[in-house]
């Protein structure tokens, strides 16, 4: 049987797992891409995931240390619009618009992300205790930023690229 200092333990080593998979995918992503655009995208992201491991980090050591009270503290509150607008450019669709292997690592992105999001979901619908539930929470919502920017990325390109017959 998993105790609760167990369980939560494992949520938050995946939750670190998770953010060493999207820096490594980004930064993949960020030497192979060509387009300056997308090689901004693909740095911010990776340097997200890198905020996000380090951050991670913290949180576990403090459980470590004081166990569930580590959860009543404010989380930390990323700059969404700021994100977003370095994001959404229209340099980016112009640059990438037809380019397969930018098109490609938005498709991974969006499923890593995805998978993320769905993993802190179930999480915090299984937390009995509010406030850490209210942290699994804290961690979908932080992943869905970068999933609904990758998915709308993929989208506006993805439309534009496809090919027509004729």
């Known amino acids: 049987m998993t105790t609760d200092f167990e369980a939560i333990s ?4 995946k939750a670190f797992q998770v953010e060493v998979d999207g820096f490594t995918f980004y930064s993949m992503a960020l030497e192979r891409a060509t387009k300056p655009a997308a090689r901004k995208v693909f740095e911010r992201l990776a340097r997200d995931e890198t905020e996000h491991k380090a951050y991670i980090m913290a949180v576990m050591k403090r459980y470590e240390e004081h166990g569930a009270s580590s959860f009543q503290f404010d989380p930390r509150d990323p700059d969404l619009a700021e994100f977003s607008s370095e994001i959404f450019t229209d340099s980016f669709k112009e640059q990438t618009l037809g380019e397969v292997s930018e098109l490609g690592a938005l498709s991974i992105g969006v499923q890593l992300e995805s998978n993320a999001v769905a993993f802190f979901d179930t999480a915090a619908r299984e937390a009995s205790d509010p406030q850490i539930s209210g942290f699994y929470r804290f961690l979908a919502d932080w992943e869905g930023l970068h999933l609904r920017t990758l998915q709308h990325l993929y989208d506006s390109i993805r439309k534009d690229s496809w ?4």
């Open 10 to 13: 494992d949520v938050l080593k």
């Open 163 to 166: 090919p027509t017959e004729g």
